[in-house]
């Protein structure tokens, strides 16, 4: 497969002294990094300086960033030549301004079935914000902030099982107190020392979480029995759930899935049998987002999240 895609734009000049990334790039490019891939709606949804203002204008951002030698873009799919959606990736010099020059798998455009993946999981994460959840990641996430939402599943998960016992001595059912003081003492010997996991959470007034969704986008280079595998045992009382495919194809008439890929029937069989059947009808979430609709993509004008990402 080659460097760059044959219809990739890159600048025609640029100055090769000037490796000063502009302020309002940084979080957009190191997000890209982890990310590797975003459309304009996904950057203008997930970077501040460019949710503060129109979608017109986070376009003409990355167009600038574009001509300035900072973004690739890229067709997702150049069969459709001018007709086909655009992507952006980081360049070289955004690279080697942010001292990663050892990562030029990221240079490199990924495969198809790839591409189209690591787009819908950013549109899963841009939708997800602009409805008001934060999302626990260390894909979307740098690593420390990443750790910090692992700390607020804790104490999210903590909290429920205190609630339990509370709710047990209230009752004064001797058993009901057992079973709810045993699971409390032994919560912390079970909770995830990684966030090998995604996870979906919402915040009271007081800042406290208040919502968990286990979030699992599938990920074509993955089994299903792995990415199954790192969903955490302990959750599975506590938080819903929200699966994806890139297959199944949802109808915005009907408003249910006009055909159901085979990935997500395994997704799903194989979360009922680790985390319980029940668990599968908290998938309710985010109804509208799927990969594929029976007719074309159409903008939606989600507000943009009030509050910076972490």
């Not at 798998?105 to 997800?128: D, N, S, T």
Request: charged share 25%.
């Amino acid at each position: 497969m080659p460097l760059h895609s044959t219809n990739a734009r890159r600048t025609s000049f640029r100055d090769i002294g000037n490796d000063v990334i502009p302020a309002y790039a940084r979080p957009l490019l190191e997000r890209l990094v982890r990310l590797r891939v975003c459309t304009a709606s996904q950057a203008h949804l997930l970077t501040p300086a460019f949710a503060a203002h129109s979608l017109r204008n986070a376009y003409h951002r990355l167009s600038t960033l574009v001509r300035q030698g900072w973004l690739v873009m890229d067709a997702v799919t150049p069969s459709r030549g001018a007709a086909a959606p655009r992507y952006f990736r980081p360049s070289h010099q955004a690279l080697r301004a942010l001292h990663l020059e050892k990562k030029s798998g990221l240079l490199q455009r990924p495969a198809q079935h790839v591409l189209e993946y690591l787009i819908f999981r950013c549109e899963v994460y841009a939708r997800a914000r602009a409805a008001g959840w934060w999302i626990g990641s260390d894909t979307f996430l740098p690593s420390d902030a990443a750790q910090r939402t692992l700390e607020t599943l804790h104490s999210f998960l903590k909290s429920r099982a205190l609630a339990r016992y509370k709710a047990a001595e209230a009752k004064r059912g001797a058993a009901a107190i057992a079973e709810a003081r045993a699971e409390l003492e032994q919560l912390p010997a079970f909770l995830p020392t990684k966030l090998d996991f995604e996870f979906l959470y919402r915040v009271d007034a007081k800042n406290r979480p208040s919502e968990v969704v286990l979030l699992l986008v599938d990920d074509v280079r993955r089994s299903i029995a792995s990415q199954v595998g790192d969903l955490p045992l302990v959750a599975r009382h506590d938080c819903g759930v929200l699966i994806r495919d890139c297959d199944s194809v949802w109808d915005p008439v009907s408003k249910s899935l006009s055909f159901t890929g085979s990935r997500l029937l395994d997704l799903r069989k194989a979360v009922a049998a680790r985390l319980g059947t029940s668990l599968l009808a908290t998938d309710v979430e985010l109804p509208s987002v799927w990969a594929r609709t029976t007719r074309p993509p159409q903008h939606e004008a989600a507000q943009p999240p009030t509050k910076e990402s972490p």
